[in-house]
Nanobody
């Protein structure tokens, strides 16, 4: 069982920056692909970004590409989401997620919500115009 705890959320003005963190309670953090998803009110939870176990590859949704960056520190069992030039449409609850990605996984696996076994409780981000 892996527990994920997000931090760093809050309110920010459009054009500003925010960094989310997600700490994992596992000694084998480097076994897990990590992702960020978000859910706005009355909308489906959507993919934001993902990173492979050893940070070789990162993936982004089109809506955040060029503005957000995902990175991880395996020594600290933590994954981060750096959010730059935020927009009001980035307002949502952000969720950290993980799945054991040892073995062969397609690129599409990292985008699918159903690939992720472990989820954080979510953290609110509000972007004001």
């Amino acid at each position: 069982q892996v527990q994920l705890v997000e931090s760093g959320g809050g309110s920010v003005q459009a054009g500003g920056s925010l960094r989310l963190s997600c700490a994992a309670s596992t000694r084998t953090f480097n076994n897990y692909a990590m992702g960020w998803f978000r859910q706005a009110p009355e909308k489906e939870r959507e993919f934001v970004a993902a990173i492979t176990r050893s940070s070789i590859s990162t993936y982004y949704s089109d809506s955040v590409k060029g503005r957000f960056a995902i990175f991880r520190d395996n020594a600290k069992s933590t994954v981060y989401l750096q959010m730059n030039n935020v927009k009001p449409e980035d307002t949502a609850v952000y969720y950290c997620a993980a799945f054991d990605s040892r073995g062969t996984y397609s690129r599409n696996s990292y985008f699918r919500r159903t690939s992720y076994r472990y989820w954080g409780q979510g953290i609110q981000v509000v972007v004001s115009s």
